[in-house]
């Protein structure tokens, strides 16, 4: 398995074109920082949300007619998020940035932020985050949720001050947080999805970390990939969506390992990778003279 992910990293890093390294996050790779996932036995939905299906509590259609209930979640998520840190996965997505630079893109479906606090720049939240929130009625600009706002305990109600500061300055209407719900679509502004799938395009590998392909933009971006020339590297603890969606495929490895593993490996790789083709330069300079 090590050889054919050198030789698909090697190809990838050669190319004058379709040469992108992107990798494509879920919620599997926070996991280790104490962030629970959303759907398993001791998953996020069944903690915080007085156990609604996820399709029914995470949807505008729900927050429309419950949104004290739904902001005391959100609130009760951001107290979540900011007790916990970036973990090694985060830190080794960090340094295989550093040494592809311009040629590596993150695109993720977490809104914890930890990517953000772990240093990562170049990264597309296609599901928002939680920094931010908006008119639910469309007023304005995307702004920061104020900092006045502090995260929650799940029991613990808002306070006037918090209703206050979560009401549209322009129309009044309940600010909403900046996220997609289930009864949502994906757009640029918000989600980034234009800009997704054309990094998608011109990528010539996708590491696939850390999610199932629950929804659709996560497996368009996969099939863009496939369409134009890509190899899609599926790096998940068990099969998943994207593994059905590659299994026929020439295109693809499929890597059974905890995320912190696989990134090791593979940035071990592109180290090896590029320190072999600044070698080839060197000599090839010499011989010039």
Same mark, same amino acid.
């Given at each position: 398995?090590?050889?054919?992910?050198?030789?698909?990293?090697?190809?990838?890093?050669?190319?004058?074109?379709?040469?992108?390294?992107?990798?494509?996050?879920?919620?599997?790779?926070?996991?280790?920082?104490? #962030?629970? =996932?959303?759907?398993?036995?001791?998953?996020?939905?069944?903690?915080?949300?007085?156990?609604?299906?996820?399709?029914?509590?995470?949807?505008?259609?729900?927050?429309?007619?419950?949104?004290?209930?739904?902001?005391?979640?959100?609130?009760?998520?951001?107290?979540?998020?900011?007790?916990?840190?970036?973990?090694?996965?985060?830190?080794?997505?960090?340094? #295989?940035?550093?040494?592809?630079?311009?040629?590596?893109?993150?695109?993720?479906?977490?809104?914890?932020?930890?990517?953000?606090?772990?240093? =990562?720049?170049?990264?597309?939240?296609?599901?928002?985050?939680?920094?931010?929130?908006?008119?639910?009625?469309?007023?304005?600009?995307?702004?920061?949720?104020? %900092?006045?706002?502090?995260?929650?305990?799940?029991?613990?109600?808002?306070?006037?001050? %918090?209703?206050?500061?979560?009401?549209?300055?322009?129309?009044?209407?309940?600010?909403?947080?900046?996220?997609?719900?289930? %009864?949502?679509?994906?757009?640029?502004?918000?989600?980034?999805?234009?800009?997704?799938?054309? #990094?998608?395009?011109?990528?010539?590998?996708?590491?696939?970390?850390?999610?199932?392909?629950?929804?659709?933009?996560?497996?368009?971006?996969?099939?863009?990939?496939?369409?134009?020339?890509? =190899?899609?590297?599926?790096?998940?603890?068990?099969?998943?969506?994207?593994?059905?969606?590659?299994?026929?495929?020439?295109?693809?490895?499929? #890597?059974?390992? =905890?995320?912190?593993?696989?990134?090791?490996?593979?940035?071990?790789?592109?180290?090896?990778?590029?320190?072999?083709?600044?070698?080839?330069?060197?000599?090839?300079?010499?011989?010039?003279?």
């Amino acid at each position: 398995m090590k050889e054919q992910l050198e030789e698909i990293i090697k190809q990838a890093y050669t190319k004058t074109n379709k040469n992108i390294f992107t990798f494509l996050t879920g919620a599997g790779i926070s996991s280790e920082s104490g #962030i629970p =996932t959303y759907r398993g036995v001791d998953g996020i939905w069944v903690k915080g949300t007085k156990f609604h299906k996820p399709e029914e509590f995470g949807t505008f259609n729900y927050f429309s007619e419950n949104p004290e209930e739904v902001w005391q979640y959100s609130l009760f998520r951001k107290k979540m998020f900011e007790s916990v840190k970036p973990n090694e996965s985060h830190h080794e997505l960090v340094e #295989i940035e550093n040494m592809l630079q311009d040629r590596f893109h993150l695109i993720t479906q977490n809104i914890d932020n930890l990517h953000r606090n772990a240093g =990562t720049k170049r990264i597309y939240e296609i599901h928002g985050n939680n920094r931010e929130i908006k008119c639910s009625k469309g007023c304005k600009e995307i702004i920061r949720l104020p %900092d006045e706002i502090e995260g929650k305990n799940i029991d613990e109600d808002l306070t006037k001050k %918090d209703i206050e500061l979560l009401k549209c300055k322009e129309c009044g209407s309940w600010m909403r947080p900046n996220i997609l719900w289930f %009864d949502e679509y994906y757009d640029e502004k918000t989600n980034k999805k234009f800009s997704s799938l054309k #990094i998608a395009k011109n990528s010539g590998i996708l590491f696939i970390i850390g999610t199932s392909g629950a929804t659709n933009l996560p497996i368009a971006i996969a099939q863009s990939t496939l369409k134009y020339g890509g =190899t899609i590297v599926d790096i998940n603890t068990e099969d998943n969506q994207f593994t059905k969606l590659i299994q026929d495929k020439k295109n693809k490895l499929i #890597i059974r390992s =905890t995320s912190t593993e696989a990134l090791q490996m593979i940035k071990e790789i592109i180290k090896n990778v590029s320190e072999n083709d600044s070698e080839k330069i060197k000599s090839a300079d010499n011989s010039l003279i």
